[in-house]
């Protein structure tokens, strides 16, 4: 297993030269505390947690997987301690209200976080990492009296949180939730029904578990709009906070699963539970989606990380093993044949690792800081920002999470290739990435899901095509502005194309959806890994920009690190950007092709 470097340089780099953290930060009503020096710190401190104790745990943890014995889980060795070192590091609480025991700094700074222990070790990051978004959902949507009592445990850590939602019969369809939540005399209610695929469902990490449930009421209507959502402990919670015993809430199993071993993805069910309703009655999926949103960007996260991870070891592997010698004459005439990395095939998958690794971790600070301003709209009690903010997220969170996800599991089966057979062996540890990224494109909404999400809901539905046009308005006037520097007037030219392209492809589909309601669905995907693409384009434009202009002013430390972002922007250009084109070219071919064939006519024989 690669050991992880977390790649403080490109942070750094990310946020104090292209988007202005600092600056970001001095406006925020929460951001007065996370000026340089502290950020730095923090950054620092994270680095070496992820390093000296996540990382090491990520093989072995993967190799015993945990163990399930009547009801109870218990996680792999050394899970406990890291948890402890953790809780005590003060991390959950990083970017919630510190009237609630947390530190109080942006959202971002989390994400950041998650980053690092995500490369370092996913399966332990699931644990906490689900606790945010409960912990999220309940400070905007539980009553007063119930947040005072639960987010302080929640926000040190002592206690863990889930999510909900599906079910045997239904996963993205939660029109088909059958769990009841029956009203009692008290205002509390009685949950009951069987969940499945729950993260963190149950486990001896933390003392009390709170699941964040989607149910129906005794009156409520069908499909989604009769879906409400409930908080329930796993132990009852007394008025004082203290525990109580046991709340019917059961593991029956836990999945045997192809990755992320370590992490327990659970069977509960809920026998007559106590629940909280949070939120209105029948309003749940409103509320779920402060989770869903927490969780996607989370996913999004998942890609970056297993990239980068992936990239590490390729990179070192391909420094080190020797094999024939470069096509251009020998480049280590002393050895008995050069290492790999003279190879152009070698250096294209690492270049593409690189590509992805680092273009996608600029996206992913990019857009949390919308995340920011949207989590200062619930602190200062203003909807009206908070909406803004919510909108202008929601439009990136599919692409994020489905293109990122995509790219990351790429980049995971690059680092098994460049090892060549090496790779398949589990004592490497490449293959353990391929096998703990493949998740991340069906969680949280599978791609597909994700697409739909985009085109479907926030491009023709919500926005009408405004949502593309705002964000391709940011990029073309990047392109108007550096379009007179021969350094970048390439890249400028090239996005002032794809954006043109981006609004004429969104309105044909929107035109052609008048007479054919399955382009949609036909073109969603495409669409999506177009925008992907598109986007990713910009940021290595953008850091481009900043890594010529820091050349150009002289005295730069390490000028390395600029030259390599221009090296690698340039790649991105020429060797992965031109897949846009096909996907443009899919998207708006006629759908007979995908739903003219008889069912019939689907068979083997």
Not at 302 to 313: N, T
Not at 381 to 397: M, P, R, S
Not at 410 to 416: F, T
Not at 463 to 484: D, N, P, Q, S
Request: with cysteine.
């Amino acid at each position: 297993m690669p050991a992880y470097k977390a790649p403080l340089r490109d942070m750094r780099f990310l946020m104090n030269e292209v988007f202005d953290y600092p600056g970001h930060y001095a406006k925020l009503a929460n951001g007065k505390d996370a000026d340089p020096d502290t950020v730095g710190a923090i950054l620092e401190e994270c680095a070496r947690f992820c390093e000296e104790v996540l990382s090491p745990l990520n093989l072995s943890g993967d190799e015993e997987g945990c163990h399930f014995n009547n009801g109870e889980v218990k996680t792999p060795k050394g899970f406990k301690e890291a948890y402890d070192q953790y809780v005590a590091g003060g991390w959950q609480g990083l970017s919630h209200p510190t009237e609630y025991g947390g530190q109080g700094l942006p959202m971002s700074m989390g994400l950041i976080k998650s980053e690092m222990m995500g490369a370092a070790n996913w399966s332990f990051t699931m644990y906490p990492g689900l606790s945010l978004g409960a912990m999220n959902t309940i400070m905007q949507y539980a009553p007063q009296e119930l947040t005072r009592v639960y987010l302080p445990p929640l926000t040190e850590g002592r206690w863990s949180g889930t999510m909900c939602l599906t079910e045997p019969q239904c996963g993205t369809d939660l029109g088909q939730v059958k769990t009841k939540a029956e009203p009692q005399a008290d205002g509390t209610h009685r949950i009951t029904g069987t969940k499945i695929f729950i993260s963190a469902g149950e486990h001896d990490l933390a003392e009390n578990i709170v699941h964040v449930v989607l149910a129906r009421l005794p009156d409520a209507p069908p499909g989604t709009r009769g879906i409400s959502l409930f908080m329930v402990p796993k132990l009852t919670v007394n008025a004082d906070g203290s525990l109580g015993g046991h709340n019917g809430v059961v593991c029956s199993a836990i999945e045997h699963k192809m990755g992320i071993k370590a992490s327990a993805t659970c069977v509960i069910n809920f026998e007559s539970a106590v629940g909280h309703l949070i939120g209105e009655p029948n309003k749940g999926l409103e509320a779920m989606f402060t989770f869903m949103n927490t969780a996607r960007i989370g996913t999004a996260v998942q890609g970056i990380a297993h990239a980068e991870l992936s990239y590490q070891g390729a990179l070192a592997y391909a420094k080190e093993r020797r094999s024939m010698r470069a096509l251009s004459g020998k480049k280590e005439p002393d050895k008995v044949a050069d290492a790999i990395i003279h190879h152009a095939d070698v250096r294209r998958m690492l270049l593409t690792q690189k590509a992805i690794a680092e273009g996608g971790r600029a996206m992913v600070y990019f857009t949390a800081q919308y995340a920011d301003h949207m989590v200062n709209g619930i602190l200062e009690n203003d909807q009206e920002k908070y909406k803004l903010w919510d909108d202008k997220l929601g439009f990136f969170t599919p692409i994020l999470k489905g293109f990122l996800t995509e790219m990351g599991l790429e980049a995971a089966n690059l680092g098994v290739q460049v090892f060549g057979g090496h790779g398949y062996i589990r004592e490497h540890g490449m293959e353990q990435i391929v096998r703990d990224a493949r998740i991340a494109t069906l969680y949280e909404g599978t791609t597909g899901i994700q697409a739909l999400d985009l085109l479907g809901r926030k491009v023709l539905v919500m926005t009408r095509g405004k949502a593309v046009r705002e964000f391709t308005g940011h990029i073309a006037k990047f392109a108007l502005e550096h379009m007179g520097n021969p350094k970048l007037r390439g890249y400028a030219a090239e996005l002032a194309r794809l954006v043109a392209q981006w609004n004429l492809l969104t309105m044909r589909i929107m035109l052609t959806a008048r007479k054919d309601r399955d382009i949609v669905s036909a073109a969603s995907y495409h669409f999506l890994m177009f925008s992907g693409y598109v986007t990713m384009a910009y940021f290595w434009a953008l850091q481009a920009a900043v890594a010529s202009r820091k050349l150009a002013e002289g005295g730069a430390e390490k000028p390395e690190f600029y030259r390599a972002k221009l090296y690698t922007a340039r790649f991105y250009f020429d060797h992965v950007l031109p897949r846009a084109k096909g996907h443009a070219t899919s998207m708006t071919k006629p759908t007979k092709s995908l739903m003219k064939m008889p069912l019939e006519s689907f068979t083997f024989e």
